[in-house]
């Protein structure tokens, strides 16, 4: 049975930091793309980051490039999410997406991803 779970969300200032976790389990995770969305609009999931399990390569996109780090922990099946110098446009649903096609080439799609978590919530304050 798969299981990914997201944790870590809460409530910060701005310039302020949270790190979220995403543990996955159930399915093959040393090899796949795993990456960090948020809901920024009713119809729509942005990826944030994301990372290829099997080489460590990392993408951002250009909004949190330099204040978010995705990393991964094979030994626990868990990639983190530290958020850094939050700002209040942060605020949003963030979700884990798993299982997506080797190489993230397509990272930023969310169909791309077979599995998700719940998602945890991020609020940051002026």
């Known amino acids: 049975q798969v299981q990914v779970v997201e944790s870590g969300g809460g409530s910060v200032q701005a310039g302020g930091s949270l790190r979220l976790s995403c543990a996955a389990s159930?399915?093959?995770?040393?090899?796949?793309?795993m990456a960090w969305f948020r809901q920024d609009s009713p119809n729509e999931r942005k990826g944030v980051a994301g990372?290829?399990?099997?080489?460590?390569?990392?993408y951002y996109s250009d909004s949190v490039k330099g204040r978010f780090t995705i990393s991964q922990d094979n030994a626990e099946n868990t990639v983190y999410l530290q958020m850094n110098n939050l700002k209040p446009e942060d605020t949003s649903m963030y979700y884990c997406?798993?299982?997506?096609?080797?190489?993230?080439?397509?990272?930023?799609?969310?169909?791309?991803?077979?599995?998700w978590g719940q998602g945890t919530q991020v609020t940051v304050s002026p």
């Open positions: 159930g399915y093959g995770f040393s090899s796949n793309c």
């Open positions: 990372i290829y399990t099997a080489a460590g390569r990392t």
């Open positions: 997406a798993a299982d997506g096609r080797p190489g993230c080439v397509n990272w930023v799609l969310d169909d791309e991803y077979n599995y």
